[in-house]
T-cell receptor, first 116, second 113 residues
Framework: GENVEQHPSTLSVQEGDSAVIKCTYS??????FPWYKQELGKRPQLIID?????GEKKDQRIAVTLNKTAKHFSLHITETQPEDSAVYFC???????????????FGTGTRLTIIP | DGGITQSPKYLFRKEGQNVTLSCEQN?????MYWYRQDPGQGLRLIYY???????QKGDIAEGYSVSREKKESFPLTVTSAQKNPTAFYLC????????????FGDGTRLSIL
């Protein structure tokens, strides 16, 4: 099955600096890669996603890059702000049924702390 | 998302007791999922259901059971066979097959008394 590794497990950056979180996946058939932000005790919320036919996607201060050959993808947050402090999860999809439904395999998370 | 409601928010289980976590969605989504979240381990899939009256085991189904009698409801029972049930449980749904981001409920935190 799919295996997703995420690094680092914790990350502290000065406010205004950039943060980068990296993930690798094992299943070359995976084709959809979302990133979630989770604040303490709350639900994960989708912040950006990328499909396998795209190498990079950007949404304001957040960007994701995908290298299918190397099977890794990264989250980049620029001009970090205190409200960016949270746990971030990467995930990769694999098909789990003949109906075409996907299963998300999650990384173990990165706790990002923005230092004012 | 307001379309997925999990209850209760906090739940306590006694030794040998079965407990049921509720998950209801009004998004008209076909597929529903249950995940378990432990500190430092991300989210792991317990069970999923693609259509009414059908469900499949995920990666860590032992000690859990589910039902899908209605499209909008997917309750999870944590049985006494689950020896380490303390975790944060998240329900999610997806509209249909395809690259849909999963919508999560607010979660239920289960603890052992």
């Amino acid at each position: 099955g799919e295996n997703v590794e995420q690094h680092p497990s914790t990350l502290s950056v000065q406010e205004g600096d950039s943060a980068v979180i990296k993930c690798t996946y094992s299943d070359s058939a995976s084709n959809y890669f979302p990133w979630y932000k989770q604040e303490l005790g709350k639900r994960p919320q989708l912040i950006i996603d990328i499909r396998s036919n795209v190498g990079e996607k950007k949404d304001q201060r957040i960007a994701v890059t995908l290298n299918k050959t190397a099977k890794h993808f990264s989250l980049h947050i620029t001009e970090t702000q205190p409200e960016d402090s949270a746990v971030y999860f990467c995930a990769a999809t694999s098909t789990i049924s003949n109906f075409g439904n996907e299963k998300l395999t999650f990384g173990t998370g990165t706790r990002l702390t923005i230092i004012p | 998302d307001g379309g997925i409601t999990q209850s209760p928010k906090y739940l306590f289980r006694k030794e040998g007791q079965n407990v049921t976590l509720s998950c209801e969605q009004n998004l008209n989504h076909d597929a529903m999922y249950w995940y378990r979240q432990d500190p430092g381990q991300g989210l792991r899939l317990i069970y999923y259901s693609q259509i009414v009256n059908d469900f499949q085991k995920g990666d860590i189904a032992e000690g859990y059971s589910v039902s899908r009698e209605k499209k909008e409801s997917f309750p999870l029972t944590v049985t006494s066979a689950q020896k380490n049930p303390t975790a944060f449980y998240l329900c999610a749904s997806v509209r249909d097959r395809g690259y849909q981001p999963q919508h999560f409920g607010d979660g239920t935190r289960l603890s052992i008394l």
